[in-house]
């Protein structure tokens, strides 16, 4: 017989590894969910990055003022869609509680869709508006005139495609992601064509230009939550839950507990979505070349953010269902394996955009052309400051999604007005106009507050980690 002292280091080697098989199993399954919602993210910015695509084929003219209207369309979006995406946490919770919750599940989607029509009312009189609000914010009569242009056709879009967000909570609530995907890809591939065919006019259509991309992301939406309905209506898995059974019913108390939850999470949004905003407002301010420019880069970025942000649900659902359960340590798996796996991508994503600008440029304006040449010039500089706060960014990401996923949504909030707007903006606009560092100083701004907030949101989770760890 072995020594006693032999016999023990066997039994912490298996308690080592079942922990090592548990958060294994924990990054399968969170791999499994994220893989379709990272693509659906990509898949949704895929939207907007082919619309600036067959702008920047306008011209550097059309790509700034094209900016402008999807800088101002996105953050009233942000807002009205991390509004009704508190549906997603309280789902999560729900089901996490009784897979078989179906009157709860109706519920919660109702009042989703009650809030995007009830969002959408004030944030249809502002877009209506666009040309008087950014001549307010300094931008050319000029750019102004044609960014409002566009605008007339793509606010319509913001309605379905909230309804879309409602509808997609249920599915990745319920782990069942993968339709998603399906629904966001056929949308892709719509956009691409009626923008192609109403942008420049082809197959004997009429040549809309700006107007043409708005109409285009309008059919698309629309297509995306005809998409969704249709799935979760005619499915067998999906049907019984009857989502669109007696929507005209009020349930006040339903929707005054989702908007208690969803206002932080559209405040969270909106701070760190207007930090973009507001440079791009002191780009277009600088010149029409570092506005345009700045475009390229920060959709590079921005489709690097989508992976993170895949996370950052993937995050929000896992911790919310093992909450649901009581499952506390699950609870800390779930989070910790979606933080590395999205700053662990955005690593990468840094690396790429250090190692290989040119190339990831060239696929926004031609780099071939001498007009050109500034902007791509300029671009290269911006692409590597992004790549600076890649992991910062993705740490903020993920980190605000496993708060969401323990309804922790208003100390976020609190925590991003601090880091965005006390430090962030105002840093990069002293460096821009008091320092003179132009459009560098505005990106630098921008991975100030960025890692500030990254910092801030890592620290909170810790502190649960701490608070539910020892009884376990």
Same mark, same amino acid.
């Not at 990054?27 to 969910?33: I, T």
């Given at each position: ?17 079942? $922990? ?132 007339? $056709? ?26 998603? /995907? ?79 939850? #969803? ?25 029409? $070349? ?21 996370? #950052? ?38 690396? $790429? ?29 911006? /692409? ?89």
């Amino acid at each position: 017989m072995k020594p006693a002292s032999r016999r023990r280091p066997s039994i912490g080697h298996a308690a080592n590894t079942e $922990t090592a098989r548990a958060w294994a199993d924990e990054a399968r399954a969170s791999l499994r969910l994220g893989w379709p919602l990272i693509l659906t993210n990509l898949a949704q910015i895929a939207l907007l990055t082919t619309d600036l695509i067959y702008m920047g084929r306008l011209g550097a003219d059309q790509l700034a003022a094209g900016s402008l209207a999807v800088s101002l369309y996105h953050t009233l979006m942000i807002f009205s869609m991390g509004l009704v995406s508190a549906t997603m946490p309280m789902l999560a919770a729900t089901l996490g509680r009784r897979r078989s919750a179906v009157r709860e599940v109706r519920r919660t989607v109702r009042q989703g869709l009650w809030s995007a029509l009830l969002i959408c009312l004030p944030m249809w009189l502002i877009l209506w508006h666009a040309e008087a609000v950014l001549l307010l914010m300094g931008q050319r009569p000029a750019m102004a005139a044609d960014a409002a242009g566009l605008m007339r $056709t793509l606010q319509w879009a913001l309605l379905p495609y909230l309804g879309y967000i409602v509808l997609r909570s249920v599915l990745a609530a319920l782990e069942r992601p993968a339709w998603t /995907l399906l629904v966001a890809g056929a949308a892709i591939a719509l956009n691409a064509l009626v923008g192609w065919l109403l942008i420049f006019g082809h197959w004997g259509f009429p040549a809309l230009g700006l107007q043409g991309a708005g109409i285009a992301s309008t059919c698309s939406s629309i297509a995306m939550f005809l998409g969704m309905a249709t799935v979760l209506t005619r499915h067998r898995r999906f049907r019984r839950y009857h989502l669109f059974g007696r929507l005209w019913l009020a349930d006040f108390k339903r929707l005054a507990e989702l908007w208690r939850l #969803g206002i932080p999470i559209a405040v969270t949004f909106t701070l760190e979505t207007l930090v973009f905003y507001a440079a791009v407002m002191m780009m277009g301010m600088i010149g029409k $070349t570092a506005l345009a420019a700045h475009a390229i880069a920060m959709q590079i970025a921005s489709i690097s953010f989508m992976v993170p942000l895949g996370f #950052g649900q993937v995050a929000t659902i896992r911790v919310g269902l093992a909450a649901g359960r009581r499952q506390w340590l699950g609870l800390l798996r779930a989070g910790w394996t979606s933080y590395a796996m999205g700053v662990g991508f955005m690593g990468i994503a840094a690396l $790429t955009m250090w190692l290989f600008p040119h190339a990831i440029i060239g696929l926004f304006i031609d780099t071939r052309l001498p007009s050109n040449k500034d902007v791509v010039e300029l671009a290269i500089q911006f /692409l590597a400051l992004a790549a600076l706060f890649q992991l910062a960014d993705g740490a903020q990401a993920v980190g605000a999604g496993m708060l969401r996923g323990l309804h922790d949504t208003r100390v976020p909030m609190m925590l991003a007005a601090v880091g965005y707007w006390v430090l962030g903006v105002p840093f990069g606009a002293f460096l821009a106009f008091g320092l003179g560092w132009g459009g560098k100083g505005v990106w630098v701004g921008l991975a100030t507050g960025l890692s500030l907030v990254a910092v801030l949101l890592t620290a909170r989770w810790v502190r649960h980690s701490r608070r539910l760890g020892p009884g376990q």
